[in-house]
């Protein structure tokens, strides 16, 4: 299993013990690496290494980023994310009012990347 993080200054860190919830048999499976978005090349030689990825989570990463954050984050997932079949998973949480110009990015992602939304599910439910 390899983990994409992109991390202040770089920083990777790994788990020493097995990862949380079972999910895998110990976490010497999983790799971490930086990802700058937007860094083709470097998004590109992850791809050759480990890639396509079935999944891409995603947490708090569009909360109000200027368009060019947006355009970086769309060319990484359309260098990295398996097609077809291929998902990204949003956690996403509407406040400030940033929903209206957040919701941009999610409308542009069908034609900057071929993803299609599929459905929004409340936290409050969770």
């Known amino acids: 299993v390899e983990a994409v993080a992109e991390v202040p200054g ?31 090349a470097a998004a590109e030689q992850l791809m050759q290494e480990g890639g396509p990825f079935d999944v891409v989570l995603c947490c708090e990463v569009v909360y ?24 990204v998973v949003f956690a996403y949480q509407h406040r400030d009012g940033a929903e209206v110009t957040d919701a941009v990015f999610f409308e542009t992602l069908e034609a900057a990347c071929g993803l299609r939304f599929e459905k929004e599910e409340p936290l409050s439910e969770w």
């Not at 368009?67 to 398996?82: D, N, P, S």
């Open 64 to 87: 109000q980023q200027p368009q060019q954050v947006w355009e970086a984050l769309q060319v990484t997932l359309r260098t990295v994310l398996a097609r077809p079949g291929g998902r």
């Open 10 to 40: 770089g920083t990777v860190r790994k788990s020493p013990g097995p990862c949380p919830g079972g999910s895998f048999a110990e976490a010497d499976a999983m790799a971490v690496r930086t990802l700058w978005w937007g860094d083709v």
